[in-house]
């Protein structure tokens, strides 16, 4: 029988588990709805010989593995099945927020995205900080795209940033 000294209905639980264990959710880390009631979440913790096996993961083979159009020249990849980015064929070694941002970017090339739509979609909704997290990180992947590369991401002053692929090589 699981655990349900914080779960609010042992129906739902007695579905889960022996041994499995749930907490409510930190209420900062849930998505806030304006004019919506607050959202309720519960962490589920299962102990590891619980866990059914899961079947190995095949991607379709029909499916594009990079973001980036067919037939795309541009020197900076980024392959988000694979986890991976690349510039001129040259593996970038990104943080996981370094490349949760430059993946955003490059799957929305020429379009301006301000600091707070960044953090939100890159951090998420439950992030504490500002605009200058955005632009540390930003630096970061410039340095690490190159001298030849890190105009691809632009300023745009007072606004935020936007990927623009480079043209010829």
């Known amino acids: 029988m699981a655990n349900t000294r914080y779960f609010p209905s042992a129906d739902v639980a007695d579905l889960l588990p022996p041994g499995t264990t749930l907490l409510p959710a930190p209420p900062h880390t849930l998505p806030k709805r304006p004019g919506r009631p607050p959202m309720v979440g519960y962490l589920v913790l299962v102990p590891a010989d619980q866990?059914?096996?899961?079947?190995?993961?095949?991607?379709?083979?029909?499916?594009?593995?990079?973001?980036?159009?067919?037939?795309?020249?541009?020197?900076?990849?980024?392959?988000?099945?694979?986890?991976?980015?690349?510039?001129?064929?040259?593996?970038?070694?990104?943080?996981?927020?370094?490349?949760?941002?430059?993946?955003?970017?490059?799957?929305?090339p020429h379009r301006v995205h301000t600091r707070d739509q960044l953090v939100t979609t890159v951090w998420g909704y439950g992030h504490v900080g500002d605009g200058r997290t955005v632009d540390v990180h930003i630096a970061r992947l410039r340095r690490k795209l190159g001298a030849e590369h890190r105009g691809a991401i632009r300023t745009v002053r007072r606004v935020g940033y936007k990927y623009v692929p480079p043209t010829g090589r």
């Open 51 to 108: 866990q059914p096996a899961l079947p190995p993961f095949t991607a379709p083979d029909d499916t594009p593995d990079r973001e980036e159009p067919e037939g795309d020249d541009s020197p900076v990849r980024v392959d988000t099945t694979r986890r991976t980015a690349e510039v001129d064929g040259r593996p970038l070694d990104l943080t996981y927020l370094e490349f949760e941002l430059l993946s955003h970017l490059v799957a929305h």
